[in-house]
């Protein structure tokens, strides 16, 4: 399996403050993605890359921004946190262009108080 | 754009009953992958099982199996055998194909609920 981890695991932070959470992987997979989690809504798409500095935008993009510095890393970053966005975050990597399917992380619960 | 639909929020099983959850999809597409999800309470995502459009045989990974009927879109998960480790929300999900592009990304449903009891 491929090695994804995100940090930090849990967070609780104060609307209007910006927020940076990782994921990293061990591989050199090319496509990474930041979902997040709501009841009632499933995962929803925020963004995701298909190499280094290349990214683009999700379902529901509004209010985050991405980078990509490097192969192995992919921040999400609010850079202004509202409660709104309070939720679980998952960033998932595609180990596999031809057959399809994601390997998630752990997720980073979020709270915007 | 594609959608995917879970009709049953909750859903609940006797332990070695078997059980299966809906799903519906829409896509003018007639290639695509279609995937089940585990999310147990721990929160990990789990892939169950994946579905190739092109395939005409449903999939199986032991207790687990599909009933796929493309000409309906619809995709159920069939759980027999079931576990008290079965119980988690569950998450169908689509994809279409994607070579080289920037495209290719999963579409989820809203999830079911599933509790095991004993």
């Known amino acids: 399996d491929a090695g994804i981890t995100q940090s930090p695991r849990h967070k609780v932070t104060e609307t209007g403050t910006p927020v940076t959470l990782r994921c990293h992987q061990t591989?050199?997979?090319?496509?990474m993605y930041w979902y997040r989690q709501d009841p009632g809504h499933g995962l929803r798409l925020i963004h995701y890359?298909?190499?280094?500095?290349?990214?683009d935008k999700g379902e529901v993009s509004d209010g985050y921004s991405v980078s990509r510095s490097k192969t192995e890393d992919f921040l999400l970053t609010l850079e202004s946190a509202t409660s709104s966005q309070t939720s679980v975050y998952f960033c998932?990597?595609?180990?596999?262009?031809?057959?399809?399917?994601?390997?998630f992380g752990s997720g980073t619960r979020l709270t915007v108080v | 754009a594609q959608t995917v639909t879970q009709s049953q929020p909750e859903m609940s099983v006797q332990e070695a009953e078997t059980v299966t959850l809906s799903c519906t999809y829409d896509?003018?597409?007639?290639?695509?992958?279609l995937f089940w999800y585990k999310q147990p309470p721990s929160r990990q995502m789990i892939l169950v099982i994946r579905?190739?459009?092109?395939?005409?045989q449903n999939a199986t990974e032991n207790r687990f199996s599909v009933n796929f009927q493309k000409a309906a879109k619809s995709f159920s998960l069939k759980i027999s055998d079931s576990q008290l480790g079965d119980t988690a929300m569950y998450f169908c999900?689509?994809?279409?194909?994607?070579?080289?592009?920037?495209?290719?990304?999963?579409?989820f449903g809203k999830g079911t609920k599933l509790s095991v009891k004993p």
């Open positions: 998932a990597i595609r180990e596999s262009e031809r057959v399809g399917g994601y390997t």
């Open positions: 896509t003018s597409e007639s290639n695509y992958y």
């Open positions: 999900a689509f994809m279409k194909p994607n070579y080289g592009g920037s495209q290719g990304n999963l579409i």
């Open positions: 591989e050199n997979h090319r496509y």
């Open positions: 579905q190739e459009a092109y395939k005409q």
């Open positions: 890359s298909y190499g280094v500095k290349d990214t």
